[in-house]
């Protein structure tokens, strides 16, 4: 579990922000309403409570769950959503999943398997910087991809500060290299990022169709990242190479040289992985079919494996739920899900939709590198659920228009995942390893330090996902076949509510 | 480190707190007690002070725990008192000598000090005020052979005696301690945590600068790196498996290994309060005082506190 950092700002400069924000936030409802997006007085109040949540998130960092509480409170109140309406779109299944998700990979490092990882690579022989990079790169996406991006990094920055405390390098080149390869890895499957499993479950994709679609992309943008940091931190891996071969002719390794058991964490990891993959033949043997089963056993997949390894051990059950769970990220997500769909339940996502496929010439695939564009510069700044959590109904409209349109849900993932590579503040996997940095004393990395290696990867990564996006025939959700125009209505849709006069 | 602006200026001599009038001077023999009691008794009819007998058990108690010799035959014999509104100084020689206590040479200057207890410093500056005094060796046996409290009074107006505008870093520091050099290996580091029983040692490099300091609980997190405590189960290092490294390479292992350059230090003349203010902030349990880089002296928590609460 990690720390939430605090920013301490002066009242003058709070209110220059707070003004700022409430000048976007008004300008937003102005012109929601002038284009047609927000004809109504409640649509004004969805899209501005919307709005000045996301700027809370980027102006005011720590108060964003406290926001998020008040802005589902000015919904309710003014009666821009219903309270039915606001259970629906906490979207507790991806609440639980990532839950279960947590519980089992805090179980996972109490079995020592994480441990055992990093291990096993501080024990091997011959090692250089230039391997210890590449090792590093694919594991911070291996593990990310499986584990979730937030766990991944603190297990990989153990290792990173592992090895530069023990050579006396500066460890910031090698926490930056780690985070990049969590960014990108985390797109590669459901389970790497909760923008994974949200979308994954919205479009209604199965684990196979999901790894199918993304982990091509994700490889090809890890191979371009790992040749960029090779050569971006050349000095840096040629320093580590020299301190490891002086700290070999010493006769001293990395670290401690001990043998962890890893069996029982593996199985444990193997088990979840095969169900989780396996879940849609599962599914339909159990006759979990329909839109309202979606994805039903892999979100339950974790919650099962979680009540398990509870059962078994039952003296850290509790610690696994108090201390393994972010409950304040979750929390924040659920309400942020609420606000969004305020959106929807206005019906503001739906005249966007429709506006979209209006001006959109070109077809589906012209909205490409708006969506990754718009994403990842908006990621960059803003937690990226935020933009997912935006774009979702989004895409649910334009899938009414045409299945095709299903591309924008892969374009949503990568800009979302990759743009979070950009800045510092860009995911939670990176303000988690600025954190984890600063605590142990080792540096701050400075905005621009990150956001010049940031926008190289970003925009390369961005570019990869965009063309490949083109060339490569991508899965369709499930109910919607290639060719398919006839549109059965997409999980979850709500009808929106009558609205009151203007 | 901090860096605070100095409080104003009061210059206050020493001698505005007493006068002829509270000198005593004892040519014959007497005890320790004894010279407590009647400079108390001369305070009282000077000055009114009601509560002799409270005062005479709170000074002996005191003087009991530990002794107020500060050197070369001077004492300070005082206490806190609740009920006191000023500062009272009381001032009596020996010619003899009055055995303070056994390990120590006679005593042939005494200054009773009587302190309110919400002026902690006032003590410590006294202290410092009689700096000049206490270095002189033959300052006590000399000012006992004088034969009349005007002399005395004398002596101590001539040595213009003020009182510092507050206490300072350096006056509270203890000069003797360990350090190691910045080229030590792991081995003198844990033998020297073992054989002192200390847990933080500084380092000094080539030119007597302090570099850093070396913690041994710095020494037992290289043994046991972060993610091996992410395990509950801890028998894979039941047998001290990740001590063996160390044990095998401490004399080929740098101390910089463990050196931590983050602790907490003041410049000597700092105010003794920003020793509190540095250990706070550092969480340490020692402040280190320093003249530039070079390291003068130490304060640990205990000694720190004595000097402010009890001292």
């Known amino acids: 579990m990690y720390s939430e950092p605090v920013v301490k700002t002066s009242p003058l400069h709070a209110l220059g922000k707070l003004g ?25 109040v969805a899209v501005c409570t919307f709005v000045a949540v996301i700027c809370t998130t980027l102006f005011f960092w720590t108060h964003r769950v406290a926001v998020a509480f008040l802005g589902v409170a000015v919904l309710i109140g003014s009666r821009a959503m219903t309270l ?49 990079t590449v090792i590093l790169c694919a594991l911070s996406a291996l593990l990310s991809s499986v584990i ?56 209604g994709f199965t684990f196979s169709q999901f790894l199918i679609g993304a982990m091509p992309v994700a490889l090809v943008a ?54 989780i993959a396996f879940h849609h033949q599962i599914e339909n043997i159990l006759g979990l079919t329909g839109a309202e089963n979606t994805n039903a056993f892999l979100i339950i997949t974790p919650l099962i494996i979680a009540g398990l390894l509870m059962i078994y051990r039952p003296q850290r059950a509790r610690y696994y739920i108090e201390h393994e769970v972010e409950w304040w990220t979750l929390l924040f997500f659920m309400l942020l899900f609420a606000v969004a769909g305020g959106l929807q339940e206005q019906g503001v996502t739906r005249s966007l939709a429709d506006k979209l496929a209006e001006i959109t010439t070109g077809g589906p695939h012209a909205l490409v590198p708006f969506v990754i564009g718009i994403t990842s510069v908006g990621s960059a700044f ?16 334009l899938m009414e228009h045409s299945a095709d349109y299903s591309v924008l849900w892969w374009a949503l993932l990568f800009g979302a995942c990759f743009g979070g590579n950009i800045t510092v503040v860009g995911s939670t996997a990176n303000i988690v390893a600025l954190g984890l940095l600063e605590k142990r004393g080792h540096a701050h990395i400075a905005f621009l330090e990150w956001l010049k290696i940031g926008l190289v990867i970003g925009a390369l990564t961005g570019v990869i996902a965009w063309g490949m996006l083109n060339v490569l025939e991508m899965p369709r959700p499930v109910g919607y076949p290639p060719g398919a125009q006839a549109v059965p209505p997409p999980p979850h849709a709500t009808t929106p509510v009558p609205l009151p006069a203007k | 480190m901090l860096k605070s602006a100095p409080p104003p200026k009061t210059n206050l001599s020493l001698t505005s707190f007493f006068s002829a009038d509270d000198i005593l001077i004892h040519q014959e023999e007497v005890s320790r007690n004894q010279v407590i009691r009647l400079l108390l008794a001369h305070l009282a009819n000077g000055h009114g002070i009601m509560e002799v007998d409270a005062y005479y058990n709170a000074i002996i108690e005191r003087e009991n725990a530990s002794d107020t010799v500060v050197s070369n035959g001077i004492a300070i014999p005082h206490a806190r008192l609740d009920d006191l509104q000023r500062p009272y100084v009381g001032v009596a020689t020996s010619a003899q000598g009055i055995q303070f206590t056994e390990d120590q040479p006679p005593v042939h200057l005494i200054l009773l000090v009587l302190i309110p207890r919400d002026q902690p410093g006032l003590y410590l500056q006294i202290l410092r005020a009689l700096a000049n005094i206490l270095r002189d060796r033959d300052a006590a046996k000399s000012v006992s052979q004088m034969k009349t409290p005007d002399e005395v009074m004398r002596f101590f107006e001539r040595g213009g005696m003020v009182l510092p505008d507050y206490v300072c870093a350096a006056d509270i520091m203890s000069d003797e301690f360990i350090a190691l050099r910045d080229n030590d290996n792991l081995k003198t580091v844990i033998d020297c945590f073992i054989a002192k029983q200390i847990t933080e040692i500084p380092v000094l490099d080539r030119d007597g600068d302090m570099s850093g300091i070396v913690r041994a609980g710095a020494l037992l997190k290289v043994c046991l790196p972060e993610y091996l405590l992410w395990m509950s189960d801890l028998s894979p290092i039941v047998n001290f498996e990740p001590f063996t490294t160390i044990l095998r390479n401490e004399q080929s292992t740098w101390l910089s290994d463990i050196l931590l350059e983050d602790f907490a230090a003041v410049q000597m003349k700092a105010p003794a309060v920003s020793v509190a203010a540095e250990m706070t902030r550092h969480n340490a349990s020692r402040c280190y005082v320093l003249n530039g880089k070079k390291l003068m002296g130490v304060i640990n928590l205990p000694r720190f506190l004595n000097k402010v609460f009890r001292e």
């Open chain 1, 84 to 132: 039915q309406g606001l259970l629906r779109a906490t979207e507790l299944d991806i609440i639980l999943f990532l839950i279960g998700m947590m519980v089992i990979v805090g179980a996972l490092k109490d079995l020592g398997f994480l441990t055992w990882i990093i291990q096993t690579i501080i024990n091997k022989k011959r090692m250089t910087g230039t391997t210890f």
């Open chain 1, 148 to 203: 979730g991006e937030i766990s991944s990094i603190v297990v990989v920055l153990a290792l990173v500060f592992q090895v530069c405390d023990t050579l006396k390098v500066r460890a910031t080149p090698f926490v930056l290299i780690a985070v990049l390869c969590t960014n990108i890895g985390s797109a590669a499957t459901m389970l790497g990022n909760p923008v994974g499993i949200f979308i994954g479950n919205k479009a």
């Open chain 1, 20 to 44: 700022f924000m409430a000048g976007i936030t008004a300008l937003m409802g102005w012109s929601a309403y002038h284009f047609g997006l927000a004809p109504h007085a409640l649509s004004v």
């Open chain 1, 222 to 275: 890890l191979a371009v990242t790992i040749i960029v940091v090779l050569l971006w931190y050349r000095k840096s891996i040629a320093e580590m190479s020299l301190k490891i071969e002086e700290h070999r002719k010493l006769r001293q390794g990395l670290g401690p040289l001990i043998r962890i058991p890893h069996r029982r964490g593996f199985f444990v990891l193997t088990v979840t992985v095969l169900i």
């Open chain 1, 382 to 397: 803003v937690d990226n659920i935020v933009f997912v959590a935006a774009f979702k109904p989004v895409i649910q409209s």
